[in-house]
């Protein structure tokens, strides 16, 4: 039986420009190759694990806009059960304007739009779904008051949780320590924890304040260095793939839907890691942020190639 792996979060419509550079205050900057992709970290999330192998539901909001019957189209597409998605009357669909650097790395700027409007009311409206799930998803693109009663109720039922903390923004501690895994990137822990993370010993001090404020399992996502995975009186380095990115929009959300999704099968942690750095690696072989969602396939098949090479 495949993992089931219930999902709450953003749905967004990513705009996408290429550019040389950020513009300066003032300034115009003439971008290139204008494309929308469908996005939201929670979005990203699913159909990874869809692809993956996972059976999926999404939970969120997308507005009665131009964009949101598009946004819940492509999650069907993606094989991703979607009977919770709510086309909310009060507010438009999550937007990300996404500017992109000829190294592939790249600055986003998001209007949540309706994911603001994920309720504590949504999540008891799947409350049975949640509690027969093999794992739960979630991220801070949505209020986190609703991820913390998400989560307190998972942990109520034994559901693995595992918590995105992207993007960047202060929470309470104590909602740090609701999850069985928080993973978030170099730039979100420093915003948790007040420690910029500039190399491996920097992470690891950030790693072990985060285990102080009583974090289970902290996977943190260092991009091209790979990640970095603390618990209590264990810390591990699991090195990245060598690649060379064409876009590394939500590489992080390909990272963390794997480690669910392995996580959730049953897998050991440094396995777990592992697949997830090659989720995240092949995802930014490819423009766009659920379009790069590499299947199960090209994960094992990349991680065979390294492995025989």
């Known amino acids: ?110 209007a949540p739009g309706a994911s603001l ?41 034994g559901v693995l949780t595992i918590i995105d903390a992207g993007p960047a923004k202060k929470c309470p501690p104590d909602l740090l320590t609701k999850a069985d895994v928080l993973s978030p990137n170099e730039t979100e822990a420093e915003a948790l924890v007040g420690i910029p993370i500039t190399d491996l010993p920097s992470a690891e001090e950030a790693a072990r304040k985060f285990l102080e404020l009583g974090v289970k399992n902290l996977v943190l996502k260092l991009g091209d260095k790979g990640c970095l995975v603390a618990q209590e009186g264990y810390i591990f380095h699991c090195p990245a793939f060598r690649v060379s990115p064409v876009d590394t929009t939500a590489a992080g959300d390909a990272f963390t839907a794997a480690l669910g999704v392995e996580m959730a099968k049953g897998e050991p942690l440094e396995r777990a890691v592992r697949f997830a750095n090659a989720a995240g690696a092949l995802s930014t072989l490819k423009p766009g942020a659920q379009p790069s969602m590499p299947t199960r396939e090209a994960v094992l098949d990349f991680l065979r190639e390294r492995d025989a090479g």
């Open 1 to 110: 039986m495949p993992p089931r792996i219930v999902v709450i979060g953003s749905i967004n419509m990513d705009i996408v420009i290429h550019a040389e550079r950020l513009p300066r205050e003032g300034e115009t900057v003439i971008g290139s190759d204008l494309r929308f992709f469908p996005g939201g970290k929670g979005a990203n999330q699913a159909v990874a694990a869809a692809r993956l192998g996972a059976e999926t539901f999404m939970v969120g909001r997308v507005g009665k806009d131009s964009f949101g019957e598009p946004l819940r189209l492509g999650l069907l597409q993606n094989g991703i059960k979607c009977d919770h998605v709510i086309a909310d009357e009060n507010a438009a669909s999550g937007t990300a304007l996404i500017i992109i650097n000829p190294q592939g790395n790249n600055s986003i700027l998001v």
């Open 117 to 157: 409007n994920v309720s504590p009311a949504d999540v008891d409206s799947v409350a049975e779904l949640i509690r027969q799930a093999d794992a739960l998803l979630m991220q801070f693109e949505i209020p986190l008051d609703t991820v913390a009663y998400a989560a307190e109720q998972a942990q109520a039922h």
